[in-house]
């Protein structure tokens, strides 16, 4: 496990896929289910497919590894969405913003697959007591809303 | 509703085909107001917008677009819907009203009226968003210009934690960079470019010098510049400290005095890092003492379309940008304490009403799940994660698409947006229309004493 800085933010491919509110599909799993790093850290990491990213809290989310030139050694990319969410902390600093950029975090070497959106939304969300009473009330992954829908 | 005279002038239907021309794109805080759009009964073609923005258009024809209003899961008619959102409401002794973006002002000024005369708390995308850079706007203000300013005079643009090839794809074009503007005929060739960014992004691969800071040093870095600007001397920490060497900063002091005209373009590289709103407000002194030598300004490129409307219609109806809470009958104001992610983590929030944001996915986990534990009204176009923690779901009305409204651009200028179709039912003809329907219900179930 190594200690690593975790980035976010948003990229153009990422953007078209929420913004054509295509976010429960497996696109979104491409564009925001992967995580950049660079390739010492890749070597480092030993070469793996997947890695496991976890916050202070002991929240972790699974991504898809991806060696890039792009990142400093000892920092890493995931983009803007429910896979990064899973583990970027709600601190404000009193301001209201959660920390979406530069939170330490940890990183390992994991098996796949990395999990679809409505698995990941179930996982980290239909839990506990009262998941029963989220299946009453919540919309959840439902399509009785939609065009074509009766 | 469609107004005659855009229509005449603008708005051309044959045999089932609408054209439009001069739409304004509800995607990015550029709000692009040059779109063309050609709608059949089953496609859209877009000319002019980018990427996400010619998604974001699709949704008109889109086949998982929701239409239908939705409590706990079941369809159900449209009064009953208000009712039982109106009713989650009125109920809750600590409401939150969250007003998204991508929607007009009109729409906004409603829900904010809605959670002052419940006495909720009331914020919008900005405090995820540029809220820290607002703040410093408040702590040391903020030397700025229109858009159109900086097309036109602009030599020199500083992207300081930002991205626009990816976040804003027709940022550098339209007004930075890549255009021919009346004082730079030259276009490209008679600007600079710096990038301020740990990673190497694809605007970052474009620069003419690409900073590349160690993940969280922006406002050491932003102080070593104003120093290498004063003429003083570095402290010999500097490059080990931030990552940047001195030649580097120097470089980049130089190229400051030496512009006409340049552009601080700040991120949220610097808003949701740690610093917060120290590193805006530095950048703003930095844009004032930049303008000892040559003409600076400094602007943040806020990321949604009409983000910055929100702070705008808070203030001049609450003075205050975001996180304002009306418990007391009076707005006060307290990022940290009344900002939704804040309010959401202490638990102490017990009922929401969501228009046009997707808080469900871009929220941190520990707010998604104080929002799954209380009942959520979701005004959504969409499935998603936002419809997936929402109780009752009123379909959304898209903005400058179906209906019109006015937009706050990135730099403040306000836009209206005209509409060239109707929403795909009949009962409700905007968000601003909505939201009018369900005050009125909350006025009938809690009546002001």
């Known amino acids: 496990m190594m200690d690593i800085i975790l980035n976010t933010g948003s990229t153009v491919y990422q953007g078209a896929i929420i913004k054509g509110g295509n976010k429960f599909t497996e696109g979104y799993t491409r564009e925001a289910g992967y995580c950049n790093i660079n390739p010492a850290d890749f070597e480092a990491l030993g070469r793996p497919w997947f890695v496991r990213v976890t916050n202070e809290y002991g929240d972790s989310v699974v991504v898809r590894a991806k060696k890039t030139n792009t990142q400093q050694v000892g920092e890493v990319f995931i983009p803007r969405g429910i896979w990064a969410n899973v583990v970027v902390t709600p601190e404000t600093e009193s301001t209201g913003s959660p920390r979406y950029k530069n939170l330490p975090v940890k990183i390992e070497k994991c098996d ?39 | 509703m469609i107004s005659n005279v855009v229509k005449q002038d603008l708005v051309k239907e044959d045999q089932g085909i609408i054209k439009c021309t001069d739409v304004t794109c509800p995607v990015c805080g550029m709000s692009c107001d040059d779109i063309e759009i050609e709608l059949n009964p089953t496609t859209v073609t877009t000319k002019n917008a980018c990427l996400m923005g010619d998604a974001k258009f699709q949704e008109l024809r889109s086949s998982h677009r929701l239409v239908h ?3 706990n899961g079941e369809r159900v008619a449209w009064q009953e819907a208000l009712e039982a959102a109106a009713d989650i409401l009125v109920k809750a002794k600590r409401p939150f009203f969250f007003m998204g973006s991508e929607t007009s002002n009109e729409a906004m000024a409603v829900g904010i009226e809605i959670a002052e005369y419940l006495g909720g708390l009331v ?64 276009g490209y060739q008679g600007r600079k470019m710096v990038v301020v960014d740990p990673r190497r992004s694809p605007t970052a691969a474009q620069a003419d010098l690409h900073v590349q800071l160690l993940p969280g040093k922006d ?37 400051i005095k ?22 805006a407000s530095i950048a703003m002194r930095l844009t004032q003492l930049a303008n000892t030598y040559s003409k600076f300004v400094i602007l943040a490129n806020r990321g949604h379309c009409n983000v910055a409307g929100f702070n705008q219609v808070l203030s001049w109806t609450a003075g205050f940008p975001f996180a304002v809470d009306y418990s007391r009958g009076v707005p006060r104001y307290q990022p940290g304490e009344y900002s939704c ?32 534990d209380i009942p959520v009204v979701s005004l959504e176009i969409a499935p998603g994660p936002q419809a997936f923690v929402s109780d009752v ?45 369900l005050l009125k219900i909350v006025k009938e179930k809690k009546p002001r004493k």
Request: negative net charge; aromatic residues 8%; hydrophobic residues 35%.
């Open chain 2, 341 to 372: 992610v804040d309010a959401l983590k202490r638990g102490e929030v017990d009922a929401m009403l969501v228009m046009c944001a997707d808080l469900g996915g871009h929220l941190p986990k520990k707010a998604v799940e104080r929002m799954m």
């Open chain 2, 393 to 437: 779901i009123l379909p959304g009305v898209l903005d400058g698409m179906e209906c019109e409204g006015t937009f706050y651009r990135m730099d403040n200028v306000p836009i209206y947006a005209r509409s060239f179709t109707k929403p795909p039912f009949d009962f409700t003809e905007s968000n601003e229309d909505t939201l009018k329907q």
């Open chain 2, 123 to 186: 914020d919008g995308n900005a405090t995820i968003c540029h809220g820290p850079t607002v703040m410093a706007i408040q702590d040391a203000g903020q030397v700025g210009c229109t858009l159109g300013e900086c097309r036109n005079r602009s030599d020199l643009a500083i992207y300081w934690g930002c991205n626009p090839a990816d976040s804003h794809p027709r940022h550098m074009s339209r007004h930075s960079m890549y255009n021919r503007g009346f004082f730079v005929e030259q």
């Open chain 2, 69 to 71: 209003p939705i409590v």
């Open chain 2, 219 to 255: 406002y050491e870095l932003l102080d070593a510049v104003m120093v290498a600007l004063r003429g003083q001397e570095l402290n010999p920490d500097t490059e080990k400290v931030t990552g940047v060497s001195q030649d580097t900063i120097k470089k980049m002091a130089e190229m």
């Open chain 2, 258 to 279: 030496e512009c006409k005209f340049g552009v601080i373009w700040v991120g949220l590289g610097i808003a949701s890092t740690h610093g917060k709103h120290h590193n």
């Open chain 1, 112 to 150: 796949g697959p990395v999990q679809g959106p409505e698995e990941l939304m179930r996982s980290s969300f239909v839990n506990g007591a009262n998941a029963a009473e989220y299946e009453s009330k919540k919309y959840l992954d439902k399509k009785t809303s939609q065009v074509g829908q009766h």
